[in-house]
Nanobody
């Protein structure tokens, strides 16, 4: 059974940092690309970035490039999203997802396994 479990969300002030974690089970983690998404209130799902299976290749949406960093620890079956200089506009539910392929991809349709999400709320 495939499971993705996000953690690390919370209520923070603007300008601070937060790191989200995503622990994956039931998959050969190191052979799957991992993506982080978010959905703000009343908005659609936004793909923030992706990391290939080795972690060497990463890709980011322009909206978060330079502020957010995706990494992974394959020994721990865990992906991370480091978020810096948070803004109220970053308030959303954040999801991790795994693709069936080992490369990074910014194509949302390539993600087939999903976590349930973790809430991040940024106050001004």
């Amino acid at each position: 059974q495939v499971q993705l479990l996000e953690s690390g969300g919370g209520l923070v002030q603007a300008g601070t940092s937060l790191r989200l974690s995503c622990v994956v089970s039931g998959l050969n983690f190191g052979s799957k690309g991992m993506g982080w998404f978010r959905q703000a209130p009343g908005q659609g799902l936004e793909l923030l970035g992706s990391a290939g299976g080795s972690g060497a290749n990463t890709m980011y949406a322009n909206s978060v490039k330079g502020r957010f960093t995706i990494s992974r620890d394959n020994a721990k079956n865990t992906a991370y999203l480091e978020m810096n200089n948070l803004e109220p506009e970053d308030t959303a539910v954040y999801y991790c997802a795994a693709s069936r392929d080992p490369w990074a991809t910014m194509a949302s349709r390539e993600y087939h396994y999903w976590g349930r999400g973790t809430q991040v709320t940024v106050t001004s």
